[in-house]
């Protein structure tokens, strides 16, 4: 990602004429960019999977691969769709210039191209790569990458769809006490680390983390993308969990400082995933019953003194691959009827 | 012919954006493809390979007008949006009023080049 936009960039210059190579690349070198070239869309588009470039300058009228079909492949190339296309061409007739345009292209300059005009289109069209690249780059610190790459894909637009999954919420016990008892720069290094250690395993079973809150995570497998297991990776997640926390614990003795302890509540079934707020402050979550239960149960471990909670659905989905102790009907609160909560054998594989 | 071979306008403009030396090279450059684009044309008329006689008449159109030769932009376009059905009707005469005003815009841009 580059600083600014008038900095240099890295351009790829595609045409099969060499004349125009040369006095293209000339251009852009006066302006003080870095320019590589290639002689149809062929050897372009092998430089682009190979390099990283920020724009690519292409000629329509090329032998082997013309330039419509360059941008017909990149449309459909993930790593390449967003890359700028400023098409520069001496094709005849608008409805090609509109083809261009439809195809992805940033921008259209006739040839022989002028200098001043190729600056000011080349800026722009670099300032709003600029961008577009902080915001994945702020997506991807922000959002996990199925969140990212389904908004990639799919588009933003507010409202949920329905799915089926499994909703994992946990919580680090006395984590106020904790807290208070040392110092807060040690608190954020201590999240931090926890966090570290929980996402990963969290992604390496395909959930995703859709809430942060203090000590609080809130985890779902089988959205936005669907899971053929999503209650076997939610307790998969679960026990590695807690297996991460002993070994972390055991260096926290080691240094002398409190263990932590943490409490997870797992409950499957139907939910609604998708965008809630405003169109310029959104967040991708799960709403629904099942997102109640599986808090509740949370909140549950610490009166049953378990670790692992889950609910009937999550323990008939699993069958007899999970080892449970059934803790009998619990009255749990928003709920009419006593639930059935299974507590997970710790130390088991699934 | 009242207009000049080459536009002095568009190339001294191409000389001051791109720079005097560049420009030699530039010319040098378009005067080593040139013959064999022309070649390109006969031959694609005689295979009536549509696609590679369009693209050849394209890229002249496209050098001739960087340079400021009017004509020659006019006589490739021609050959470009025209197709290879006007070129067989004069049975290839198109391609030869085109090669004879290479021939004028070379000795042209020679002399600018030496200047």
Redesign the interface.
């Given at each position: 990602m580059r600083e600014h936009a008038t900095g240099p960039a890295r351009l790829l210059v595609v045409d099969d004429n060499k004349v125009n190579r040369l006095l293209l690349t000339r251009s852009l070198e006066l302006q003080g960019h870095r320019v590589a070239t290639a002689e149809n869309g062929r050897v372009a588009l092998e430089m682009l999977r190979r390099e990283s470039f920020d724009l690519l300058l292409l000629d329509m009228e090329m032998p082997e691969m013309d330039g419509f079909q360059v941008l017909e492949q990149m449309a459909g190339d993930l790593q390449l769709r967003d890359l700028p296309v400023i098409v520069t061409s001496s094709l005849e007739g608008i409805a090609n210039v509109v083809r261009c345009i439809e195809l992805g292209a940033e921008d259209y300059l006739p040839k022989p191209v002028n200098p001043v005009l190729l600056k000011a289109r080349l800026g722009a069209s670099l300032e709003k790569k600029r961008l577009r690249d902080q915001q994945k780059e702020w997506m991807r610190r922000f959002a996990t990458r199925e969140v990212a790459q389904d908004l990639q894909v799919s588009g933003f637009a507010l409202g949920g769809k329905r799915v089926h999954g499994a909703v994992m919420f946990t919580d680090i016990r006395g984590f106020t006490t904790l807290a208070e008892t040392q110092p807060p720069e040690e608190t954020i290094e201590l999240l931090n680390t926890y966090y570290t250690l929980m996402f990963d395993s969290i992604a390496s079973y395909g959930g995703v983390v859709t809430m942060m809150a203090g000590d609080g995570l809130m985890a779902v497998f089988g959205a936005p993308l669907p899971l053929r297991d999503p209650c076997a990776g939610a307790v998969r997640t679960a026990l590695e969990m807690i297996e991460t926390i002993e070994l972390f614990n055991l260096e926290r003795v080691a240094a002398d400082k409190p263990q932590i302890r943490i409490g997870i509540g797992i409950a499957s079934g139907e939910m609604v995933a998708g965008y809630t707020g405003t169109n310029e402050r959104a967040t991708y979550t799960c709403i629904g019953d099942t997102v109640n239960l599986a808090s509740r149960l949370e909140a549950h471990t610490k009166a049953a003194a378990r670790t692992i909670l889950i609910d009937g659905a999550t323990r008939a989905a699993l069958g007899d691959r999970v080892q449970v102790e059934q803790l009998g009907p619990v009255p749990i609160r928003g709920k009419m009827e006593p639930v059935e909560v299974f507590s997970v054998n710790l130390g088991q594989k699934l | 012919m009242s207009e000049p071979t080459i536009d002095r306008a568009i190339y001294d403009e191409?000389k001051e954006?791109?720079?005097a030396e560049?420009v030699i090279?530039?010319v040098d450059?378009?005067l080593t493809?040139a013959p064999s684009m022309l070649d390109e044309l006969r031959h694609s008329f005689a295979a009536h390979d549509a696609d590679?006689f369009?693209?050849t008449a394209?890229?002249l159109?496209?050098?001739a007008?960087?340079f400021g030769a009017h004509a020659l932009g006019a006589l490739a376009?021609e050959l470009?949006?025209g197709g290879l059905a006007p070129v067989v009707a004069t049975d290839g005469q198109s391609i030869e009023a085109l090669a004879q005003e290479y021939a004028r815009v070379a000795a042209a841009l020679k002399e600018l080049r030496n200047a």
């Open positions: - | 191409l954006a791109a720079g560049f090279e530039l450059t378009f493809e590679v369009r693209r394209h890229s159109k496209s050098n007008n960087t376009k470009e949006l």
